[in-house]
């Protein structure tokens, strides 16, 4: 038997050793050597040979092993207790831990217990339940709570533009305290304000998750928003448009008048500057407006206007 020693009531085997590799062997050199021993130790070729039966049963185990890279790591680093312990996290973590192999006596050992025998090889990994965690996804998770950081919540708020446009704030209830949200002035759409701390409570002493309020902008029955510029449409009647003039442009500010030149087509798009949103977090910087004309023809004409459009026509045709 190629055995180095009992650990917890375990016997170990140095599966390396049993197959005559070193421990920084390939899977290749393990396979070779694997085949090698194996027609070796066959049954086959020892007949009524019971050493050479049990040898080919260790061969057969140390192969099954170290042919296994996820199997190989565990046993590199938990040695003879290496199976013993996967057991126990496919079981959850829960209860004793069952210590034993082989014709060995079993014994049971708590997740105290196991730490302390595996203190220092946890503390030269980077601690030892990380280190568990890693090779089993949790292993005494339940039996050590770790401290979670609470959810995150989304709360979604609608305003006005003109709301974005100067600012403003809203009023959340968070539970038995009130909580003043506030939105800055040229916050866009979609947007979200961050509030730490004011997410779902943490688990096991954990920090607390983070608010987000994302911000709904309405839709305006005027302006179109395009970034920090707003866009929008104005009626002008056709004596203006042909003649020049003004007419009044709304603004979130209030009303401008806009100089109308003479024979202006409809679509034509002015531009007026520093008439649009506020640049968020840039004071005293605003976005343009433009102004698209849209020419409106004259309704319901007498038989006087129409004798006149007539004449104009027949004045522009020749």
């Keep these: 038997m190629y055995n180095s020693g009992i650990i917890c009531g375990v016997e170990y085997k140095d599966y390396y050793k049993i197959l005559g590799v070193d421990k920084r062997a390939s899977e290749q050199e393990i396979k ?11 049954p086959d070729v020892n007949p ?18 170290l042919s296994d890279p996820d199997k190989r790591r565990k046993y590199d680093t938990l040695g003879a207790n290496w199976q013993a312990y996967e057991q126990y ?13 082989g014709g060995a006596q ?13 203190g220092g090889l946890g503390d030269d990994l980077g601690g030892f339940s990380d280190f568990f965690r890693t090779f089993f996804g949790g292993g005494f998770e339940s039996a050590r709570p770790r401290a ?8 979604t708020i609608e305003i006005s533009l003109e709301e974005a446009y100067r600012g403003t704030r809203r009023i959340l209830q968070k539970g038995d305290r009130r909580l003043e949200i506030t939105i800055p002035a040229g916050v866009k759409h979609g947007s979200k304000i961050r509030y730490a701390g004011e997410g779902t409570p943490g688990a096991s002493g954990g920090v607390a998750g983070d608010l987000y309020v994302r911000v709904h902008i309405a839709p305006h029955s005027l302006f179109e928003r395009d970034g920090d510029d707003l866009r929008c449409e104005i009626p002008v009647d056709l004596y203006t448009a042909l003649l020049g003039g003004e007419v009044m442009v709304p603004t979130l500010k209030g009303q401008l008048a806009l100089k109308i030149p003479p024979e202006t087509q409809s679509g034509r798009t002015f531009r007026l500057a520093g008439q649009g949103m506020p640049k968020l977090n840039v004071p005293n910087t605003f976005g343009d407006l433009y102004v698209k004309v849209r020419v409106v023809l004259p309704e319901n004409l007498t038989p006087a206007e129409r004798a006149l459009f007539q004449q104009l ?4 045709r020749h």
Excluded at 33 to 42: D, Q, T, V
Excluded at 56 to 62: G, H, L
Excluded at 148 to 155: N, Y
Aim: proline share 3%.
């Design 48 to 65: 009524n040979n019971q050493a050479a039966q049990e040898r080919f049963k260790e061969i057969n185990e140390a192969y099954q092993v």
């Design 106 to 118: 079993y014994r049971t050992v708590t997740p105290e217990e196991f730490e302390s025998i595996f």
């Design 89 to 101: 996290q496919r079981a959850g973590g829960q209860g004793p831990f069952q210590w034993g192999g």
């Design 313 to 316: 026509a027949q004045m522009r």
């Design 148 to 155: 979670r950081r609470g959810q995150d919540i989304e709360q």
């Design 32 to 42: 070779q050597a694997y085949r090698r021993l194996a027609r070796k130790y066959h």
